[in-house]
């Protein structure tokens, strides 16, 4: 066989490959983050606001490259269903997870774990403002006003539960701490999306009793955003 024969066999080959295996590679580039982002809920597990040393912390978030970071005394995990909007299959689906040190960096073990905040948001773009839906969960040591364990559903002017919010602290059962953090992260890979803060924290919803219902607008979008609204809640 000449040589340009077997250029053109080998360029065709090549091409079989290529079409045979994009979409392999879409589907590993679509489920990463929800894989990752599942990764991280499973080592949250062994993670206790403060008892768990923050050092940690900062060694968890170097398992997950550009997905987590730790600045200072901030540990922020990101998470984003990038491909699926990309390709127009679903809205942006954001998944964050930020831990605040405890204590000085010279204490022992770093200090330690102070709060642990989570957030799921779903937007139709980034930077587009109003969530479709959103859950949060903030963890806090010592006591609040209104008891260990608050859960409260915001539902928007179409009537849908756009919003979820739960807060835990000192005296919290397991359960309730194990609920809050069982965010579904299906979310991330799901056509179409998720469109409701149930379908975001599903397991919340299993104590309805203790579910209180607002009209209220969701909070900014974004990661940064997202970020930024664990600051006032204590």
């Known amino acids: 066989m000449d040589l340009p024969r077997l250029r053109r066999r080998l360029l065709r080959e090549l091409a079989y490959i290529a079409i045979l295996g994009a979409p392999l590679v879409l589907l590993v580039l679509i489920f990463a983050p929800r894989n990752?982002?599942?990764r991280l809920l499973r080592s949250l597990n062994q993670v206790s606001v403060a008892h768990t040393p923050f050092r940690r912390v900062e060694k968890l978030a170097a398992q997950f490259?550009?997905?987590?970071?730790?600045?200072?005394?901030?540990?922020?995990?990101q998470f984003q269903n990038t491909?699926?909007?990309?390709?127009?299959l679903a809205p942006v689906t954001e998944f964050n997870v930020m831990l605040r040190r405890s204590g000085s960096p010279g204490d022992p073990g770093g200090g330690t774990v102070g709060s642990l905040d989570m957030a799921m948001l779903v937007v139709r773009a980034p930077g587009a403002g109003t969530p479709i839906a959103s859950a949060l969960v903030f963890e806090r040591a010592g006591r609040q006003p209104g008891g260990p364990y608050q859960a409260s559903v915001l539902i928007n002017a179409r009537g849908v539960p756009g919003r979820t919010i739960v807060r835990l602290a000192d005296g919290a059962t397991a359960l309730q701490r194990r609920q809050a953090r069982d965010f579904n992260l299906r979310c991330l890979t799901r056509l179409g999306g998720c469109t409701s803060s149930r379908?975001?924290?599903?397991?919340?919803?299993?104590?309805?009793?203790?579910?209180?219902?607002a009209r209220s607008p969701a909070p900014a979008s974004s990661a940064p955003a997202a970020a930024a609204?664990?600051?006032p809640v204590h």
């Open 199 to 213: 379908q975001l924290l599903p397991d919340i919803w299993s104590g309805a009793q203790h579910l209180q219902s």
């Open 65 to 77: 490259g550009s997905a987590g970071a730790c600045l200072g005394d901030n540990c922020l995990f």
């Open 83 to 88: 491909w699926l909007h990309r390709l127009h």
């Open 36 to 38: 990752d982002a599942g």
């Open 229 to 231: 609204a664990f600051g």
